[in-house]
């Protein structure tokens, strides 16, 4: 997962024009993310999902598993929904039951954005920008 994470962060360095959140799970992952050009960057990402699920599927001897079930975007529509995303992004462990606060995740973005940002702020914006029934209307 480690590598996984690094070379996701590469790709979203090299063909995004920001990186905010992301969180790398076993089985899915999510990101925040700044394009212009978001059909290149979904193309990208579908390269990159085939290179990687062909590498793993070789190496558990499982050819024709699906890996990757495809990449869904969601445009951001106000500072509520960036932040919204953002407390999504960062809680997904939480949420999956991995870790109980969300800066234990090792492959997410959140302890580095508790530590840049604080814990106080990052609890305001917790409360501020809450997401109700983990994604139920969040991105509304």
């Known amino acids: 997962m480690a590598r996984f994470e690094a070379a996701l962060i590469d790709l979203f360095i090299s063909q995004a024009d920001g990186l905010v959140a992301w969180c790398i799970l076993p089985n899915h992952w999510h990101a925040l993310v700044k394009t212009g050009k978001l059909k ?13 699920s062909f590498e793993w599927n070789g190496a558990d001897r499982m050819r024709g598993r699906t890996c990757w079930h495809g990449c869904s975007d969601r445009r951001i529509r106000s500072s509520r929904h960036f932040y919204v995303v953002q407390n999504y992004i960062h809680h997904n462990p939480v949420k999956h039951g991995l870790i109980d606060t969300s800066e234990e995740w090792p492959f997410s973005s959140a302890a580095d954005y508790i530590e840049k940002v604080g814990r106080e702020n990052v609890e305001r914006q917790w409360d501020e920008y809450p997401v109700l029934d983990m994604g139920d209307g969040w991105d509304d």
């Open 40 to 52: 290149k960057l979904i193309k990208e990402v579908g390269l990159f999902h085939g290179r990687f």
